[in-house]
């Protein structure tokens, strides 16, 4: 079967850091998308991770570990605008398969 | 801006009626997807065009009809719709379906918010 597990909602302050976790199971597996989604928005790309560590993009990381199963994105220096939802999906031989992502609520 | 556009945002009907969303891409890509985003759940697909012919279909039913004239329009038309299809319909697009690598990469259109009452 598929599933994808991450926390439903996060809170963090303003200039902190949050690391954002998700375990997968799929059937077959390529690579690994986060997204970002602003309430009332559509998706937006933020990272792919194919090979296992960690990249970064300016103050968005995201690490994976196919053997594991697991990926975490991480948010340093947070903002005001990054209140949103952030959706984790595993690529599969063929198709994305999204999470229920977490919703993640900055507060000043 | 993503380069995908979406048409009408919003969309109230009856149950009888009959409407269809639009999408569009000016990103030059081959593959177009509709998805169905309800609160509280994941993403779900709905359907996959890659050139222009559809290559997945997710168990859909017959009152959502996919078109596809050229691989930069897409089209979802909609009939008797039940109370329970009212979500957030998102488009996307990517370079290639399927993909092993970033060409699977899926830009969103804005959603088209639909109610049906």
């Known amino acids: 079967g598929q599933n994808i597990d991450q926390p439903t909602e996060m809170t963090a302050t303003e200039g902190a850091i949050v690391q954002i976790n998700c375990t997968y199971q799929?059937?077959?597996?390529?690579?690994l998308f986060w997204y970002q989604q602003h309430a009332g928005e559509a998706p937006t790309f933020l990272s792919y991770n194919v090979l296992d560590g960690l990249e970064e993009k300016g103050r968005f990381s995201s690490f994976l570990s196919r053997s594991k199963g697991y990926s975490y994105l991480l948010l340093k220096e947070l903002q005001m605008k990054d209140s949103a939802s952030y959706l984790c999906?595993?690529?599969?031989?063929?198709?994305?398969?999204f999470g229920t992502g977490t919703r993640l609520q900055v507060f000043p | 801006e993503t380069g995908v556009t979406q048409t009408p945002r919003h969309l109230v009907m009856g149950m009888t009626n009959k409407k269809s969303l639009k999408c569009e891409q000016h990103l030059g890509h081959n593959a177009m997807y509709w998805y169905k985003q309800s609160a509280k759940k994941p993403l779900e697909l709905m359907f996959v065009y890659s050139l222009e012919e559809r290559v997945e279909n997710n168990s859909v039913p017959s009152r959502f009809s996919p078109e596809c004239p050229n691989s930069s329009h897409l089209f979802l038309h909609l009939h008797t719709l039940q109370p329970e299809d009212s979500a957030l319909y998102l488009c996307a697009s990517s370079q290639e379906f399927p993909s092993s690598g970033s060409g699977e990469t899926q830009y969103f259109g804005p959603g088209t918010r639909l109610l049906v009452l």
């Open positions: 999906a595993p690529h599969n031989t063929d198709k994305l398969i």
């Open positions: 799929t059937s077959g597996f390529n690579g």
